[in-house]
């Protein structure tokens, strides 16, 4: 039988666009985009750009979806009380982390993420129709890679500050 971490190391959440043109994968290297050769004909830089965004902000939602599943199989249902002060401590550390935000930018794509799932994508001018699809979705998978870490950074200061003696020490 594996182990929470072994079946969560093993997910890979795949998602499309609305349209089709672009394809987001999120697994525990990270997430990445494809972009369908026909794409540059069917997109200027902002139509494209939300694409990216809606496809990148499914593969979280599924990520974090099969997440809360695995964890569920594997230790079954939250048992905190709701009126603990174990609930209200997850509670403020999850409304925190819903503000937090990372932007990066590499090449032609600018990426910001807030919270766990959402993502705005955005395209210098000229882009469609100048750089070929590779290059877009190499400077959006880039973009992308630094905005996560950027997040995650965020998230464990924010840890550091609300859950440890060091952060609470700070407050001082």
């Not at 099969?66 to 550390?93: C, N, Q, S």
């Not at 750089?131 to 190499?138: F, L, V, Y």
């Not at 959006?140 to 995650?152: K, P, Q, Y």
């Amino acid at each position: 039988m594996s182990s929470f971490i072994d079946r969560l190391s093993k997910m890979v959440v795949t998602t499309k666009s609305p349209d089709g043109t672009v394809t987001a994968r999120a697994d525990r290297t990270g997430t990445a985009v494809a972009l369908t050769p026909d794409t540059m004909t069917r997109h200027g830089e902002d139509s494209l750009a939300e694409q990216v965004a809606t496809a990148i902000s499914a593969a979280y939602s599924g990520a974090a979806r099969g997440a809360d599943i695995l964890m569920e199989k594997e230790y079954g249902r939250p048992r905190t009380k709701p009126d603990t002060a174990v609930a209200e401590a997850r509670r403020r550390f999850e409304t925190a982390q819903a503000d937090l935000n990372a932007t990066a930018q590499y090449g032609r794509a600018t990426v910001t993420r807030r919270g766990t799932t959402e993502i705005t994508v955005t395209l210098r001018p000229r882009t469609v129709g100048y750089i070929d699809p590779e290059r877009i979705s190499a400077d959006i998978n880039e973009a992308v890679a630094a905005a996560e870490l950027g997040l995650v950074k965020a998230v464990l200061r924010l840890r550091k500050d609300m859950f440890t003696r060091e952060g609470a020490d700070n407050d001082r």
